[in-house]
């Protein structure tokens, strides 16, 4: 598997080869499959006071679907436009050595949820081999010079950290003053329509917390 990122049909696909093992695809039998599942079914009833049995057996099982056609192989991932990508190979290198079924989608979706950037995502398992997500962006809409930093303001007053500012300079407003990141988008929804008026203004002060 070629280890690069590539833009096919607007789905950015992230090539894992770098914290997966290349595997040729395996024909899997479908009766040794639920074969095999009927005998864990049974083995389970006989040792249900014995905990670690169980899961001993259940990571026998999740290896062999893994080596049996149902590894992770691909991750499908829309709607990222200003997500650091790199973030993405942390999570999914801890399921490098398990089926696609024993990924934990919830924890998956936690993870994501993490980035600054991520309003929304959503997590899907597709057989055999593959995790697609889509991703619902923050909306960037003003930098905000504070005492401390200078940070992205997103469209419901949310700071953005750990973002190259200089991307933004030239297309985003600056503003400044207590709270400004909180009480700049009405102002902003008013300035879009006079795009004459919203072109000439650069800068903005929020003053005492009330006025502009």
């Given at each position: 598997?070629?280890?690069?990122?590539?833009?096919?049909?607007?789905?950015?696909?992230?090539?894992?080869?770098?914290?997966?093992?290349?595997?040729?695809?395996?024909?899997?039998?479908?009766p040794?499959?639920?074969?095999?599942?009927f005998i864990?079914?049974?083995?389970?009833?006989?040792?249900?006071?014995?905990?670690?049995?169980?899961?001993?057996?259940?990571?026998?099982?999740?290896?062999?679907?893994?080596?049996?056609?149902?590894?992770l192989?691909?991750?499908?991932?829309?709607?990222?436009?200003?997500?650091?990508?790199?973030?993405?190979?942390?999570?999914?290198?801890?399921?490098?050595?398990?089926?696609i079924?024993?990924?934990?989608?919830?924890?998956?979706?936690?993870?994501?949820l993490?980035?600054?950037?991520v309003?929304?995502n959503?997590?899907e398992?597709?057989l055999?081999?593959?995790?697609?997500?889509k991703?619902?962006e923050?909306?960037?809409?003003?930098i905000?010079?504070?005492?401390?930093?200078?940070?992205?303001?997103?469209k419901?007053?949310?700071?953005?950290?750990?973002?190259?500012?200089?991307?933004?300079?030239?297309?985003?407003?600056?503003?400044?003053?207590?709270?400004a990141?909180?009480?700049i988008?009405?102002?902003l929804?008013?300035?879009k329509s006079?795009?004459?008026?919203?072109?000439?203004?650069?800068?903005?002060?929020?003053?005492?917390?009330?006025?502009w």
């Amino acid at each position: 598997m070629m280890n690069k990122v590539a833009v096919i049909n607007n789905y950015l696909t992230i090539g894992i080869g770098k914290i997966l093992k290349k595997r040729k695809f395996k024909k899997f039998n479908i009766p040794t499959f639920f074969s095999f599942i009927f005998i864990f079914g049974i083995i389970s009833l006989g040792v249900q006071l014995q905990p670690n049995k169980i899961q001993n057996l259940a990571k026998m099982i999740d290896l062999f679907l893994a080596n049996n056609g149902f590894s992770l192989k691909n991750v499908e991932i829309t709607g990222m436009k200003y997500t650091n990508k790199k973030e993405f190979f942390e999570i999914f290198n801890n399921y490098k050595n398990s089926s696609i079924f024993s990924m934990d989608l919830s924890k998956i979706h936690r993870e994501i949820l993490k980035n600054n950037w991520v309003s929304q995502n959503y997590v899907e398992r597709v057989l055999p081999d593959t995790i697609k997500i889509k991703i619902v962006e923050n909306e960037p809409i003003a930098i905000w010079q504070n005492n401390i930093s200078n940070n992205i303001v997103t469209k419901d007053g949310e700071l953005v950290f750990d973002v190259d500012i200089n991307k933004f300079k030239n297309k985003l407003p600056i503003i400044n003053g207590n709270q400004a990141n909180k009480n700049i988008g009405p102002l902003l929804d008013i300035l879009k329509s006079n795009e004459f008026l919203s072109r000439e203004i650069w800068s903005l002060s929020f003053i005492n917390m009330r006025r502009w």
